[in-house]
């Protein structure tokens, strides 16, 4: 199922470089695309997670910076019946975690510094069961290339604005507007496509990662202590890469309005209520401080 869950992904992404081609050029820039999609296929495969780590300058952690970190990745691994993965830290004030990884032989999860400022050990092995979970569906494959091939796409259809309103192209019948559109188009059509692989996996990877670490409450407290801190600071790598934003477990940018109704990721309020459920249904009680 994840290998047909990525072929049908790199088709969607596929038709979107192909269009966005043919925006640009016609028939001609169709065909330059199709090389640059498949191109950029093979290429996200096997490269996309050292991508993803080296836009946010991620670094190895050790027991010397992160003892904790890697204590408990180490420990829930086990749990969750997986390798150990690679560790990496990013130096951010704002708490947040992801994994990246083509499958959980080749799997890394990376944490913030501000993560490990911010939440408890209890809190933190919630998020890192979170992201071991991606690691165990096998979502890091489909959600990295996601996140490299979006960024592919938002990059032909900024050039569409410079390089493609000039031409006259005979097999492109929109002519002048046609790169405008790609232009506009095209990151909205990547952004759709990130929404329809991020989402539903969110609610699923809150699931197993509660059952992994034992205490569904213990995610539930660290999505609350996220939501409010990620709302108050700037993940400035983030911030430059948004087509990387729906790998993080909780959205790492700052748009408001109108751009929300593009998130990549489910309410909190939604995830942190399915949570609660699931410990009701464990015999679990809420502690009052995380009320």
């Not at 032989?105 to 939440?119: D, I, K, M, P």
């Not at 670490?213 to 430059?240: D, F, K, M, T, Y």
Request: with cysteine; proline share 5%.
């Amino acid at each position: 199922m994840p290998y047909a869950r990525t072929a049908v992904l790199l088709a969607a992404l596929t038709a979107l470089f192909l269009g966005i081609g043919y925006l640009i050029g016609g028939q001609a820039g169709m065909l330059i695309a199709l090389v640059l999609a498949l191109g950029t296929n093979l290429f996200a495969y096997w490269n996309s997670d050292k991508v993803v780590l080296g836009l946010y300058g991620a670094k190895p952690a050790n027991p010397a910076n992160a003892p904790t970190l890697i204590g408990l990745v180490e420990q829930l691994a086990d749990r969750a019946g997986l390798p150990k993965p690679k560790i990496y830290l990013i130096e951010s004030e704002q708490p947040n975690a992801f994994a990246t990884g083509r499958d959980p032989n080749h799997a890394s999860v990376c944490a913030t510094t501000g993560l490990l400022r911010a939440l408890t050990p209890e809190q933190m092995a919630g998020v890192l069961a979170h992201e071991l979970a991606h690691v165990k569906h096998r979502d890091t494959l489909i959600m990295t290339i996601t996140a490299t091939v979006a960024g592919a796409i938002s990059m032909l259809a900024h050039f569409a604005f410079f390089f493609g309103g000039g031409r006259d192209n005979r097999n492109n019948w929109l002519g002048a507007i046609g790169p405008l559109l790609a232009m506009i188009l095209g990151p909205i059509a990547a952004m759709l496509v990130q929404m329809a692989v991020s989402r539903s996996r969110e609610y699923e990877a809150d699931r197993l990662g509660a059952n992994i670490c034992g205490h569904p409450l213990w995610l539930a407290s660290a999505l609350r202590r996220l939501g409010e801190l990620s709302g108050r600071i700037v993940n400035q790598q983030a911030e430059a890469h948004p087509a990387s934003a729906h790998l993080f477990i909780v959205n790492p940018l700052h748009g408001q309005g109108f751009s929300t109704l593009f998130s990549t990721h489910p309410s909190l309020e939604r995830r942190i209520a399915r949570l609660e459920a699931l410990a009701a249904e464990l015999g679990q009680q809420a502690d009052p401080a995380d009320a």
